[in-house]
């Protein structure tokens, strides 16, 4: 079992950058044995991949939306993983999720056991 707690949303304007952290509360099973990942969810719209890293930090993936916008990382030490956002559009706006877990589809919800309850992000033009 592991607890997420996700923060660090908020109002930017577009072009501005903010960076989400998820704290993570383990129990058993050590944190750094976890691929995270950040999902998002727009109003009206179904639960999207942004990212997801490795347990080693060391191998990274991103939806293509967001590649070369958004950095994820984490630190083991601190059970801390972090999604790092720049140059920040109207369409980023939706509700952002951590997520711990790691099936062989690093993309898609299923691989993932454990979630926050999310934080906002709003981008306005």
């Known amino acids: 079992q592991v607890q997420l707690v996700e923060s660090g949303g908020g109002l930017v304007q577009a072009g501005g950058s903010l960076r989400l952290s998820c704290a993570a509360s383990p129990s058993g099973r050590t944190f750094s044995t976890y691929t995270m990942a950040w999902f998002r969810q727009a109003p009206g719209k179904e639960r999207e991949f942004v990212a997801a890293i490795s347990w080693t930090g060391t191998g990274s993936a991103y939806a293509d939306s967001v590649n070369g916008r958004f950095t994820a990382s984490r630190v083991n030490v601190k059970n801390t993983v972090y999604l790092q956002m720049n140059r920040l559009k109207p369409e980023d706006t939706a509700v952002y999720y951590c997520?711990?877990?790691?099936?062989?589809?690093?993309?898609?919800?299923?691989?993932?056991?454990?979630w926050g309850q999310g934080t906002q992000v709003t981008v306005s033009s």
């Open positions: 997520a711990a877990g790691g099936g062989p589809n690093l993309r898609i919800e299923a691989a993932y056991d454990y």
